[in-house]
């Protein structure tokens, strides 16, 4: 597994922005899979998990609501899209895939990261 994450940039507050992370290696995965994301001067946290089959998900409250995750696992490509953002949101983001075919909440839980993408939010 190797991910790559990719689809950061800047956007204004209000606006949308859908982030891919690809598996380059493209070998067969039956991980679940997650994004997390850190802000300058604080920790990397959840934001949003997916079980393997997709059937799962699950979402941090700060972003409940606004932020959706998919993937497509023929394609073995997942997907953060990302609407009404919010200064807030700016942050690197990471996708990562997990141990098991389920997501978690920990990053303990995550053999697999991708490199980051960043995302900016302009007031």
């Known amino acids: 597994v190797q991910l790559q994450a990719s689809g950061g940039g800047l956007v204004q507050a209000g606006g949308s922005l859908r982030l891919s992370c690809t598996n380059s290696?493209?070998?067969?995965?039956?991980?679940?899979m997650a994004w997390f994301r850190q802000a300058p001067t604080k920790e990397r946290e959840f934001v949003a998990g997916?079980?393997?089959?997709?059937?799962?998900?699950g979402y941090a409250d700060s972003v409940k609501g606004r932020f959706t995750i998919s993937r497509d696992n023929a394609k073995s490509t997942l997907w953060l899209q990302m609407n009404n953002v919010k200064p807030e949101d700016t942050a690197l983001y990471y996708c990562?895939?997990?141990?098991?075919?389920?997501?978690?909440?920990?990053?303990?839980?995550?053999?697999?990261w991708g490199q980051g993408t960043l995302v900016t939010v302009s007031s």
């Open positions: 997916i079980n393997w089959r997709g059937g799962g998900t």
């Open positions: 290696k493209r070998t067969a995965s039956n991980n679940g």
């Open positions: 990562a895939a997990a141990r098991s075919s389920v997501y978690s909440t920990r990053q303990m839980d995550y053999a697999y």
